[in-house]
């Protein structure tokens, strides 16, 4: 399973450094790629990992949930988007978590991952929100989908959870 975590900083190295180290908390969760861009104030990173299933098939855990919620975890301490600059137009803090099936990883299974770590998201930052223009209060954007189009556009699934 393959998560890219989207951050609104690039330039504040300890911010950086604090997210980097969350994502490296469990050992059994691999960053294979970090992207900062300064110009655009915006850092994403790429994690990988497995997920296991019960005696029935159906997904139980991955390594990456507890590291996603870690990673979030440190972005919510560390930015603080009153004082933050860049050309990248921000949901918040934490900018996007996106979810996609690798290997034998399914799309249902991104799916049960991105609800799970929305749902624990929900649950445990509650009061951790950005006012957007029209005053709405807005948590985070989790997302998954898949990068595998086929030539049918309408089997391409994709879904989104936004916790308003």
């Known amino acids: 399973m393959c998560c890219k975590f989207f951050v ?9 450094n604090a997210i980097e180290r969350a994502a490296r908390s469990n050992p059994e969760t691999v960053i294979v790629n970090m992207f900062h861009d300064r110009a655009y104030n915006r850092a994403r990173y790429d994690l990988v990992s497995y997920v296991l299933h019960d005696c029935t098939g159906n997904p139980i855990y991955s390594p990456l949930h ?4 870690a990673m979030a975890e440190a972005t919510f301490n560390a930015i603080n988007l009153e004082f933050h600059e860049g ?4 949901l918040g803090a934490l900018d996007d978590i996106i979810f996609h099936p690798l290997g ?26 950005i006012k957007l223009h029209d005053q709405r209060m807005l948590l985070t954007c989790l997302s ?8 049918n556009v309408m089997q391409c699934k994709r879904n989104s959870f936004i916790f308003m």
């Open 8 to 16: 609104s900083e690039s330039r504040n190295n300890a911010t950086l």
């Open 66 to 69: 507890q590291t996603v919620i």
């Open 87 to 90: 050309a990248h137009p921000r």
């Open 104 to 129: 034998h990883a399914s799309l249902d299974e991104a799916a049960w991952l991105a609800k799970a770590v929305a749902a624990d998201i929900g649950n445990r930052f509650s009061g951790k929100f």
């Open 144 to 151: 998954f989908f898949s990068p595998y189009l086929n030539s």
